[in-house]
Structure formats: C-alpha cells, structure tokens
T-cell receptor, first 110, second 113 residues
C-alpha cells in the first residue's frame, strides 16, 4: 500500500526553529515534495528532493533519506505568517501522481 | 505566465445538478492533473493528462466524473448528478515532463446542498 505519515499538529514561537518529519512507504519513488497551504488556498511549492541529502532554500531546508523512507522540512527564524499546513508528498512509481500525507498544521505564536 | 488558473473559485449547487470546472495550466507544461481535497486531508489524485491524452484515472473517479483536455491546453472536469459527498476543493496542477515544477492552481471549492 501507499502511506505517508506526518504529525497532525505542531506549535512553535516566533524566531524559533521547527522540524516537521515525514515517513513514507510507497510503491516506487520519483521525488519528494513539500508544500505549504494556508487555509482555503492552494498548496504552494516549498522544496523538492530526489537524491539523499539536504536541500537549502533561504529559511527552509528539506532532507531526504531514501533508504529510510524519511524526510524532514526545517523552518528557521519562524514568522507568524509561517502558520499554515505543511504537506509532504511523494511522486509515485509512474512519475505522475503525487501521494500526499494529511498535512501538519503549524501554529506560530508570539 | 500567471501560473495555473482555475474557474470558478467557488461553486454552490443543488444535489443532482451537473457542474463543470475549468483549468488553464502553465503554457509550457505538457502534463495536467486533477486532485480533490477535503477538510483535514491532503489532496487525492483523480486523473492525469499528457497533452490531450488522459493516461491515468484514479479509482476515486466514479462514472459521474469526466475530464477532458481537447487541444492539450485547458482542461475541464465535469461532475454529473452531484451528491453531497462531492463537496470538496478541486485542485488542478500542471508540470513539465521531468523535475520539480509541479504547480497547483487556486482550486474550485464545490459545495453541494
């Protein structure tokens, strides 16, 4: 079967660092995506990993270990506007569909 | 390019009516996808087009759902005889053949009353 697991909710304070974990079991792998989604809006692309290691992009970094079926999204210098749902998604073996987790709702407080 | 556009943004319809949504992908993207998202869930894949050919359909896509991409540009998703369980956000996405450029539109929120 196909399964993407991530925590349901996380809380953090402004200026802090937070790590959102994602584990996956899928039939095939063609890359892992992280998206940010504010309530009622479309998912917006944050990062993409296809090889093992760390990808850094400003305040956001994403890590992938294919052998462990594991990824994390690291958010630094948190801001109130980072309060959103963060979706982990794996592109399946056909290279077309994205299989999404249920999302992690992050609440940033002052 | 303004990204992936979807129309309408919101649709309220009575149970049993037919509805049609439109998606305009990023112009240089060959691939187009439809997803459905309900509250508290991640998006679920419905169907995929490579240019005008519909190459993959999920088991979620019942007989009441039909999608087209007649000239390999915009796409439509039609739901016939809507049911309350069809209430959801319908998301369109497009991508190039390879790489990370998988971009979502703003979605159409459907409410069936």
């Amino acid at each position: 079967g196909q399964n993407i697991d991530q925590p349901t909710e996380m809380t953090a304070t402004e200026g802090a660092i937070v790590q959102i974990n994602c584990t996956y079991q899928t039939s095939g792998f063609n890359g892992l995506f992280w998206y940010q989604q504010h309530a009622g809006e479309a998912p917006t692309f944050l990062s993409y990993n296809v090889l093992d290691g760390l990808e850094e992009k400003g305040r956001f970094s994403s890590f992938l270990s294919r052998s462990k079926g594991y990824s994390y999204l690291l958010l630094k210098e948190l801001q109130m506007k980072d309060s959103a749902s963060y979706l982990c998604a794996v592109r399946d073996g056909t290279g077309t569909a994205l299989i999404f987790g249920k999302g992690t709702t992050l609440s940033v407080s002052s | 390019d303004t990204g992936v556009s979807q129309d309408p943004r919101h649709k309220i319809t009575k149970r049993g009516q037919n509805v049609t949504f439109r998606c305009d992908p990023i112009s240089e993207h060959n691939r187009l996808y439809w997803y459905r998202q309900t509250l508290g869930q991640g998006p679920e894949f419905l169907t995929y087009f490579q240019n005008e050919a519909q190459l993959e359909k999920s088991r979620l896509l019942s007989d009441r759902f039909s999608a087209e991409r007649p000239k390999g540009s915009f796409s439509t998703l039609e739901i016939q005889r809507t049911e309350q369980g069809d209430s959801a956000m319908y998301l369109c996405a497009s991508s190039p053949d390879r790489g990370p450029g998988y971009t979502f539109g703003s979605g159409t929120r459907l409410t069936v009353v």
